[in-house]
């Protein structure tokens, strides 16, 4: 009992004086945040359903119908976004939870999780102040409850990362939260009372609430121009900057997109198994009881099913590639992911779209030029968010695939192919459209194979290219050579 007795002293005078107050009530964070994307990006989803299963008639314009719902679903998903992303950064200063924190936290994911039903009120009743109310009151009640967890954790200063907790102006810290965070649910307080008075700019001012931050580091850049760089003390801008290279959780925003990617996969196969299972006494009477010959009926579903999934398949490992080789993803990259994935969300549409009309109907060829649309903006966002990451290359790439490396090529290659193609089948289908569905089809069963021999084709043109341009390198130790040097070039020196 003596040795026991001394071994736990010796343990407890290890442990510093914050550990001992608080560990023992709290836990890491990484549950709560894995719950909390599954959540939002089920939420961000979803939204596309009621877009999904319009119905439209003959003699209605599937362009007409669904711009403006697709519109909705758009700024709808940027709006869960925006909330996703103010939740990451800050959880990136809060790193431990207690209770208290957890039920607060639940709160919260309920109020975004009513945001898409409020945004669908104002988008149906655009004239009615009602939707604009509840949409402004829930983004308050989450200010508040935001602001109500800055407080709490920076009263208890062991819920917060290492350098905030010993630094010596975490009051500077606290108070520069509190300030980004309070800027919202002001401006949507000046919007819903302008609903009483003039309805229309409560809109205009629910867009500056979207797009705010990129106003306010707007308009400071702005001030620097006209009157100077104000200088400012490095406590005041380590977090909460609003600038495109601030970081964001690599590991939450990869998290996030598996779960769009994830549950977009998943709801293709809702269609199939509620629209495409025949009556039995349909196959009865009109099948004669075969089965077989009542499926066949459905081909051009199951066709449209695989090609999607296979769709979606391929963007997630184009997406798991480019993450794979990026070491740290900045704000401005998340926000052209966040655009990537709302599009990525928009392919159960397509999937629905590329089967619902008449062969040879203006509405199937305006289904099907809005499907390669859809995958066309998918794809070149990830391609935009590559164009980024080389811009910073030192600090968001790793070395092999930066300009000149080995791999550069063939990620590029991979990238760059969806939207090619799709570019390409939209004007294919523009030129031949009494042939648009075969087309889109035909791209959507090939594409995964010119994935398999991408890499092979990669080298056969690269090859193509050295012995076009430069023809007297035919020595392979020259040209090896030859990319190591230009690996050490930069991309910004490539620009310039």
């Given at each position: 009992l003596g040795c026991l007795y001394t071994a736990s002293s010796s343990f407890l005078d290890s442990v510093s004086p914050s550990d001992r107050e608080g560990n023992g009530s709290t836990q890491s964070s990484h549950r709560l945040l894995a719950y909390s994307d599954a959540l939002i990006s089920i939420i961000a989803t979803v939204m596309i359903?009621?877009?999904?299963?319009?119905k439209v008639e003959d003699n209605e314009s599937v362009q007409l119908l669904l711009t403006t719902k697709i519109a909705v679903y758009l700024m709808t998903f940027l709006i869960v976004t925006v909330a996703w992303a103010a939740h990451i950064r800050l959880f990136q200063v809060i790193v431990r939870i207690d209770d208290c924190l957890a039920l607060l936290n639940l709160a919260c994911m309920m109020l975004i999780t009513f945001l898409p039903y409020t945004f669908s009120l104002m988008a149906t009743f655009p004239n009615n102040i009602l939707g604009i109310l509840l949409f402004c009151g829930c983004v308050m009640v989450i200010g508040i409850i935001q602001s109500?967890?800055?407080l709490y954790a920076f009263s208890r200063p062991f819920l917060l990362n290492e350098p905030i907790q010993i630094s010596e102006n975490q009051t500077v810290y606290k108070h520069h939260l509190l300030k980004v965070i309070m800027r919202v649910p002001i401006m949507c307080f000046f919007a819903s009372v302008f609903s009483f008075i003039f309805f229309q700019l409560s809109y205009v001012l629910l867009a500056i609430v979207i797009f705010l931050p990129y106003i306010s580091q707007g308009l400071k850049w702005c001030r620097s121009k006209a009157m100077g760089p104000v200088e400012e003390s490095p406590d005041s801008v380590m977090f909460y900057t609003y600038l495109p290279n601030e970081p964001l959780s690599k590991e939450r925003v990869e998290a996030f997109s598996d779960g769009v990617y994830a549950i977009v996969a998943t709801l293709l196969i809702l269609d199939i198994c509620e629209d495409n299972v025949p009556?039995?006494?349909?196959?009865?009477?009109q099948y004669g009881g075969s089965l077989v010959a009542a499926l066949q009926d459905f081909g051009p579903e199951y066709l449209a099913y695989f090609g999607s999934f296979a769709t979606v398949g391929l963007?997630?490992?184009?997406?798991?590639?480019?993450?794979?080789h990026v070491t740290k993803a900045t704000r401005f990259m998340g926000l052209l992911n966040t655009f990537s994935l709302a599009f990525v969300g928009g392919l159960p549409l397509a999937y629905q779209l590329t089967h619902e009309f008449q062969p040879n109907s203006q509405n199937e060829l305006e289904a099907i030029q809005i499907s390669c649309v859809i995958i066309f903006f998918a794809g070149i966002f990830q391609l935009c968010i590559w164009v980024v990451a080389l811009y910073n290359e030192r600090e968001t790439l790793h070395p092999y695939v930066r300009y000149g490396g080995r791999e550069h090529a063939f990620m590029l290659a991979k990238l760059a192919l969806y939207p090619c193609v799709a570019l390409g089948t939209f004007f294919l289908t523009c030129i031949l459209s009494k042939f648009s569905a075969p087309i889109f089809h035909l791209m959507e069963i090939t594409v995964p194979f010119a994935f398999l021999v991408l890499r092979l084709l990669v080298r056969v043109g690269l090859a193509l290219i050295r012995l076009i341009f430069y023809p007297a390198t035919a020595n392979r130790n020259v040209i090896v050579e030859e990319e190591v040097s230009q690996a050490s070039v930069p991309f910004n020196a490539l620009i310039t």
């Open positions: 359903l009621p877009v999904a299963h319009t109500v967890i800055v009556d039995p006494s349909v196959v009865e009477k963007l997630w490992f184009v997406h798991h590639s480019l993450f794979l």
